[in-house]
Nanobody
Framework: QVQLVESGGGLVQPGGSLRLSCAAS????????MGWYRQAPGKQRELVAT???????NYADSVKGRFTISRDNAKNTVYLQMNSLKPGDTAVYYC?????????????WGQGTQVTVSS
């Protein structure tokens, strides 16, 4: 199994920046991709950004040009640099890891970290 521990959430003013971190432990060699999802009150959980082991990146249209995902394999950590934050970015952000298994892909989730963008 894979365990994910998140950090870096908090309150920031519009236009500000935050950097989220997520450290993976356990069966780290089984991880195929890592990324971030978010869920705002009354909304479904949505993809923010993902990055595969091969380096392929995927971003939600709403964050392109503002957010950047990166991975450090030596530290088994994925980061999300969030710039030019907007009130609409307010949500609980969840770290995600995908483990390749025989039946397909297994999802692992962090506990979630609150990001609040407000003046």
């Amino acid at each position: 199994q894979v365990q994910l521990v998140e950090s870096g959430g908090g309150l920031v003013q519009p236009g500000g920046s935050l950097r989220l971190s997520c450290a993976a432990s356990g069966s780290i060699f089984s991880i195929n991709a890592m990324g971030w999802y978010r869920q705002a009150p009354g909304k479904q959980r949505e993809l923010v950004a993902t990055k595969t082991n091969a380096g392929r990146e995927n971003y939600a249209d709403s964050v392109k040009g503002r957010f950047t995902i990166s991975r450090d394999n030596a530290k088994n950590t994925v980061y999300l640099q969030m710039n030019s934050l907007k009130p609409g970015d307010t949500a609980v952000y969840y770290c995600n890891a995908k483990e390749r298994v025989v039946a397909g892909m297994m999802d692992y989730w962090g506990q979630g970290t609150q990001v609040t963008v407000s003046s």
